[in-house]
């Protein structure tokens, strides 16, 4: 029998879902924010996540429903899991990627190494963690934050009053002298089986993924996939996982946040492993078994392309490059936002994959 599968949100996450369903013979239906989304290109429902009435209504025209975004709140969840609808991740675990607060609590708690931290509502509390942390910190609303939208250098409570006179908790971390940022992605399913690709680089320009190296220059590796899977099995995560990592100078992780769906630092997989995160983020939900995520070459570069203004909408690539391949989100554009997204694969070395990612990228440019 066809399993059917309804992701909650249009995005392009949810859009990079289409082909793997199509070639497991999967339905996939879509909640999507607009008719022009960008994941539209499946049966598509336009209606608001937030309305337990609409989330009721696409629940319970699919077997099992999974997410695009974080952004569902966890009282309509809650109320459809009691009325027996499935969600894949479950909001028990999709809690500590919605609100930051309650992550670092439970990485605490599971014993994860993380920045240091404090929960603060007020200047008080904020100066009295700065002065505790070198005169700087980093401080961040705990909900509804993506792209570096909701992070901000703090050096003292002015610099946060607007934020402050919400009188919400907010999340006070020490800013990590980290050499590198790292992911970690995997995956697990329903019954317990767990894998995982390579410990990827991801490098951020104004809070913004712009590059991810596969495999990431770090003998952390072992490491790394073993906090992922602590943290799978910890807080019963399933479908995929993405695990933001800070490396230090002394060679020390610290996780920086987790993503309950596939994620940017992923995006190589497509191209670069056996099992791309899009196919494995259905299989884990489907409780199907796991994929293969051994990569099928040893070097693969992920640019993202973000838009440059507001009219170059990046539409339909008719150039074929070698060694690379282009995705186009099916966006209009904006400046900054993430329209597609490169990926070039190498046997040499990652200096190759990443010019010749590079290449590509000018070429879109003329
Ligand atoms: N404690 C920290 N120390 C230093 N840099 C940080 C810290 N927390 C976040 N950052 C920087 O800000 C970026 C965005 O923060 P993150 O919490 O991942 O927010 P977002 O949800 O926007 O991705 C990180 O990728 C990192 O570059
Ligand atoms: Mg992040």
New binding site residues.
């Given amino acids: 029998m066809t399993k059917s599968i309804g992701v909650i949100g249009g995005g392009q996450l949810a859009r990079m879902m289409i082909a793997p369903a199509q070639v497991m013979g999967i339905s996939i239906k879509v909640l999507a924010e607009s008719e022009d989304s960008p994941a539209s290109l499946a049966a598509t429902q336009v209606g608001d996540y937030k309305d337990v009435a609409t989330v009721r209504a696409f629940a319970s025209t699919v077997d099992v429903i999974t997410f695009d975004h974080e952004h569902v709140p966890l009282d309509v969840l809650e109320t459809l899991e009691a009325e027996g609808y499935e969600f894949q991740p479950s909001s028990k675990a999709l809690r500590f990627a919605q609100n930051?607060l309650d992550m670092r609590s439970a990485l605490t708690e599971l014993g994860v190494p993380c920045?240091k931290w404090a929960k603060v509502q007020s200047s008080e509390e904020l100066d009295e963690f700065i002065n505790s942390s070198g005169s700087v910190a980093?401080l961040?609303t705990p909900t509804g934050?993506?792209?570096?939208?909701?992070?901000r250098v703090v050096r003292s409570s002015a610099d946060a009053l607007d934020w402050l006179a919400k009188r919400e908790p907010l999340l006070v971390?020490?800013?990590?002298d980290?050499v590198r940022?790292l992911a970690q992605l995997s995956a697990r399913n329903k019954s317990g089986s767990w894998s995982s690709w390579t410990l990827v680089e991801t490098i951020?320009k104004d809070?913004v993924c712009a590059e991810v190296h596969s495999p990431a220059t770090s003998s952390n590796g072992e490491l790394a996939a073993q906090i992922a899977k602590t943290i799978a099995e910890g807080l019963n995560v399933t479908g995929v996982l993405a695990v933001?990592l800070?490396e230090t100078a002394d060679g020390r992780l610290l996780v920086?946040?987790l993503a309950m769906r596939p994620h940017n630092s992923g995006h190589f997989s497509i191209e670069g492993s056996k099992t791309s995160q899009f196919e494995q983020h259905l299989r884990a939900a489907l409780d199907m078994p796991l994929g293969d995520t051994a990569a099928t070459k040893p070097f693969a570069v992920m640019l993202n392309v973000l838009g440059q203004n507001d009219t170059n909408t990046f539409g339909l690539v008719d150039r074929m490059v070698d060694g690379a391949s282009i995705h186009v989100y099916g966006k209009s554009a904006r400046v900054g936002r993430k329209m597609g997204h490169i990926t070039a694969l190498s046997d040499e070395s990652l200096e190759d994959a990443r010019q010749i990612a590079l290449k590509v990228w000018e070429g879109l440019q003329a």
């Fill in positions: 930051k920045p980093i961040k934050g993506y792209d570096g939208k909701g992070v971390e020490e800013k990590v980290f940022e951020q809070g933001e800070f920086n946040e």
